[in-house]
């Protein structure tokens, strides 16, 4: 029987997480176990996503950015969470923030809204909110898979930041629209730039964006803005904030309130998650839920995320 469940290779990437897998492999092996587990170091994150694509690896533990672009670029899946609160594997929900105000709003009619992210190619900023909006068929990339062309298009004016840096837009020709809703520091230098200088910047700049009235909408993380009220930020925007001026626009189109956002979030970011090829999920899954017994109290849960957009990452 030994045979039918082979062997699961992990791909690790520190000198920790390969103790840590040869603690597990020596422990799945003294406790008999079925199947043995295998500890390969990768590189990089990508060379051990790139092992797992050819096979030369089985899995690899990720942080929940990296997963993103697994996931999307490489046809792989998730297995299963690490847990990071032992209930559900949660570590953020990515949520789209709104004035209270804006009642004609609508996560399914977003066509020539504004909108605030917290930078180019982040999870939060970009995967999902962009993910949800091709999923629902409100922009289509074509064929040239260019992303940054089709957002631009699709909202009237918007803050991304980065999306004019040359590593995000090597042939210099991304919509300017998307930095419009940005405002640089405090002399209007540094629009649009990648980092704090841009005052648009981050969940709290893209949060801020939406208080001062230049974005619909703000994809933010659940925690974003009580990270920003009660002094925590002593911004003046921060502290004009009012929660009874903002609430949450959920998928279906309905809004809901801001403490709702468990039922109401564009998805649900696992702390760590395992990747691995489609067709192993299964086979990695089992292993691990073997292996869980009595080495590692931690519960997996499967925090699957299931994004199916390769292209998302393409120029
Ligand atoms: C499994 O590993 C844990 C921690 O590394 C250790 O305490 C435990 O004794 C091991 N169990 C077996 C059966 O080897
Ligand atoms: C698989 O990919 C890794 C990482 O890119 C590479 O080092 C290895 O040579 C590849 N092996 C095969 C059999 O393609
Ligand atoms: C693990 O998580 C699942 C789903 O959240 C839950 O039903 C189960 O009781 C948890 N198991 C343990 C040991 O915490
Ligand atoms: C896209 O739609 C599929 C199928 O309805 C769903 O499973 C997936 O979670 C959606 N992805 C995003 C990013 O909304």
Same mark, same amino acid.
């Given at each position: 029987m030994f045979f039918l469940f082979g062997s699961v290779s992990w791909c690790v990437l520190s000198d920790a997480e390969e103790q840590k897998c040869l603690d597990l492999a020596g422990n799945a092996t003294a406790r008999n176990i079925r199947g043995t587990l295998e500890c390969v170091r990768g590189l990089n994150t990508r060379d051990c996503m790139d092992r797992i694509k050819n096979g030369t690896a089985d899995a690899a533990s990720m942080f929940a950015d990296d997963i993103y672009a697994a996931g999307l670029c490489h046809g792989l899946e998730l297995s299963a969470g690490e847990s990071y @609160?032992?209930?559900? /594997? +949660?570590s953020y929900y990515v949520v789209a923030m709104a004035r209270r105000?804006?009642?004609?709003?609508s996560l399914l009619e977003m066509h020539e809204r504004s909108s605030c992210h917290p /930078?180019? $190619?982040?999870?939060? /900023?970009w995967t999902v909110p962009i993910g949800y909006l091709v999923n629902t068929s409100q922009i289509s990339v074509g064929e040239q898979c260019n992303f940054p062309k089709a957002v631009g298009n699709f909202f009237g004016y918007s803050c991304v930041p980065g999306v004019k840096d040359p590593q995000h837009d090597p042939r210099g020709n991304n919509p300017k629209n998307l930095c419009e809703a940005c405002i640089g520091d405090e002399n209007d230098r540094? +629009?649009?730039? @990648? @980092?704090? $200088? !841009? $005052?648009?910047?981050?969940e709290a700049g893209a949060l801020r964006c939406v208080a001062e009235n230049l974005g619909d909408v703000a994809f933010v993380k659940h925690t974003t803005l009580f990270d920003n009220m009660d002094g925590k930020n002593q911004e003046s925007w921060a502290l004009d904030? !009012?929660? !009874?001026?903002l609430k949450l626009l959920c998928p279906d189109g309905t809004d809901a309130n801001l403490d709702e956002y468990e039922r109401c979030h564009l998805a649900a970011v696992p702390a760590n998650a395992v990747v691995v090829r489609v067709e192993d999920k299964c086979r990695v899954w089992k292993f691990l839920e073997r292996l869980q017994v009595g080495v590692d109290r931690r519960n997996i849960s499967c925090a699957c995320l299931c994004v199916c957009l390769c292209v998302l990452f393409s120029d």
């Open positions: @609160n032992a209930a559900d /594997g +949660i105000s804006s009642s004609d709003l /930078g180019m $190619r982040t999870t939060v /900023g540094h +629009i649009c730039v @990648n @980092n704090p $200088r !841009e $005052r648009h910047y981050g904030l !009012e929660l !009874e001026d």
